[in-house]
């Protein structure tokens, strides 16, 4: 497909972070998309990291991976599940990949002799990363959230690049959106517009003039606060739309459309406005908020302070619950705290499911370990992912196929059963960044599994982050106790899932890849359906 003239839509944001500018980018995105049109989101931000994944989850939140193997901002995660289109590489740009690579030109010369500068050549990088996520991903219209607030040191140049883009390209080509806070002061109970006053000011300081803002508030604006800011900001009256907080974040895209926020987006872009059918996300966003019943899944994991560590697995588990028509509770385990043996019963006494997700390093292993062992022997339905899989492999070889020293390598070096072992060549990699095994990898799934009932396919694709892997050592020995191998790469026959027989367990599973990445909420993760189906 041949893309002509792109559109680029920017999204900044003012007065303070986390606005949920990545939620009103994927709410944009599904709106344009619901008219047909095709349309990416890219990410940029401004930190020095060449990606997050070398950054711990308190940081930023959970490391998304795209199908191409990209450890990128978990906002990405939003954009896919909104617009239902796989991202990529490009979609993530970091200011680190930016001076990298401005660097590595330099190293080898190819700026001929002359200086190179923040401005044409950073600027530069930064603009032909945009252009080629609309060339890259065939899109009509990219949407380009900047992260961080307008007025950050780090993100000047950003600005300055989305400032030149709309040279470069064409007014009716450029649509600026600014994201922005009217706090209301509880003492007078009164919706005040100076900070955005001020933010729009250092935009336009920038050299940039929003054509729209979207402000978050907490009660309705009232026709003389959208006229004030309207008059202070040159934004029209009919452009400042309002996004309230909501109850489900997929309310937001129905929130944006009664106040017409595509319409006013499409004219700035001088496209035609196109017939929308959003009767299948209404749809949802029902099933979300009328729930039949409710059930209690524990979470125990290590990062469980910020619930945006893991939030692919929690809206995984909201999707398949609405399509079950139930709403999930989620009880947060912090795993070292079940490492005290009292306090098992305690704290998972109450749940109706238990989920160990992925994790890196050893604090809290022994608790997930014991989770597993308690979800086993009592038959409470399990579901681990990646390090939740693994450890999941050393309970039932420590509980059940009397291999009590297992282990895996990356906590136990030296174990004299090392169910859990490095994959294939990642032994000798000393770098962090990007070296595990990244990305979609196919999986065949065996004959007669509770996997091969629940996808209802004999071979699927999944995505990985993960070092280490099942060590086909042990294979027999686990097997022979009654552990079942429901998933390979057929490659080089690396176990991608295991699972225990519904006649010993209602629903034990375990994957080395992470299901939730795919999971979105029109078309919920069949595994994560099967767990939820079976939570009682
Ligand atoms: N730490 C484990 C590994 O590297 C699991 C990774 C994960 O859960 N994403 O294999």
Known sequence: MTINNPKYIFITGGVVSSLGKGIIASSLGLLLKERGFRVTIQKLDPYLNVDPGTMSPYQHGEVFVTEDGAETDLDLGHYERFIGRNLFKINNVTAGQI???????????????????????VSNQIKTKIFEAAYKTESEIVIVEVGGTVGDIESLIFLESIRQIRKDVGSS??????????????????????????????LRGRGINPDILVCRVEKSLSKQIREKLSLFTDVSFESVIECRDVKSIYEVPLNLEEQSLTKRVLQKLHLEERPSDLSNWKNIV?????????VKVAIVGKYTKLGDA?????????HAAAHEGCEVEIKWILSEDLEESDKIKELLGDVNGILVPGGFGDRGIEGKIRAIQYARENKIPFFGLCLGMQCAVIEFARNVADLSAAHSTEFANDTPHPVIDFLPGQSDSTDKGGTMRLGSYPCELGENTIAQKLYNASLIHERHRHRYEFNNLFENKLTEAG????????????????????????????????????????????LFRGFISALK
């Open 173 to 202: 080509s450029v649509a600026y959106i600014h994201v922005t806070l009217i706090p209301n002061l509880r003492a007078i109970n009164e919706l005040k517009t100076k900070p955005t006053q001020h933010s729009v000011e250092v």
């Open 483 to 526: 552990l079942i191998i429901s998933g390979r790469f057929p490659e080089q026959k690396l176990v991608e899932i295991i699972e225990l027989p519904v006649s010993e367990h209602p629903f034990f599973i375990g994957t080395q890849f992470h299901p939730e990445y795919k999971s979105r909420p029109d078309l919920p993760h069949p």
């Open 99 to 121: 001076y990298s690579s401005v660097i590595n030109k330099e190293r080898k010369g190819e700026y001929l002799g002359g200086t190179v500068q923040m401005v044409p050549h």
């Open 286 to 294: 029902e099933k979300i908020k009328t729930p039949a019943r409710k």
């Open 310 to 318: 893991y939030i692919s697995v929690t809206e995984a588990l909201r």
